[in-house]
């Protein structure tokens, strides 16, 4: 088996070729499509993954279409065999966390975890990023997986970038 970073600049390597071939100078992708292929690249070459997804900030809508003012995440493209907690609070669970503090949550054990919201039985690691346009988060990546402490350095070197824009390229 390939260690973490050999994996990590594969999805690298494969999403840089996608890029180059579908988001370019003619064409660009939307957010969606660029939130899918990172979740099914991730997913699908980096090992020891549960659950990978995007929760998006979206602004809540009553039941005759009026903004009020009021935000929450709800999820987005991700891969897992559950369903997903469809909308979160912020600063309720990892995922809320994350967005209300604008810094990467670093899960050893969700068990002991006072802050965590369980979709799951599986989930024992998790780690969650915030995908910022300029100063605003506008998204979390949240990766479970079903190892306890799966989650380091190594993952924080190669996925916080991402969240940034810069290496996974996922701003408009």
């Avoid at 990023?129 to 070197?157: C, H, N, W």
Wanted: proline content about 2%.
């Amino acid at each position: 088996m390939e260690n973490k970073e050999s994996q990590y600049k594969y999805v690298l390597a494969e999403l840089k070729s996608f890029y180059e071939k579908y988001n370019n100078k003619q064409y660009r992708l939307s957010l969606n499509s660029k939130y899918t292929s990172i979740v099914s690249l991730l997913k699908n070459h980096v090992s020891g993954l549960f659950f990978v997804g995007f929760y998006e900030v979206v602004e809540v809508v009553d039941l005759e279409g009026n903004k009020t003012g009021e935000k929450y995440l709800e999820i987005g493209a991700y891969q897992s065999t559950i369903l997903a907690t469809p909308r979160i609070a912020y600063g309720k669970g990892q995922c809320g966390q994350c967005w209300e503090e604008k810094k990467v949550q670093l899960v050893d054990d969700v068990k002991e975890c006072k802050n965590y919201i369980a979709c799951d039985d599986e989930t024992q690691s998790e780690i969650v990023l915030p995908v910022f346009r300029g100063d605003e988060v506008i998204a979390v990546l949240d990766i479970d997986s079903d190892q306890k402490a799966r989650f380091d350095q190594i993952d924080v070197e190669y996925l916080f970038p991402s969240s940034q824009s810069k290496t996974y390229n996922i701003e408009v």
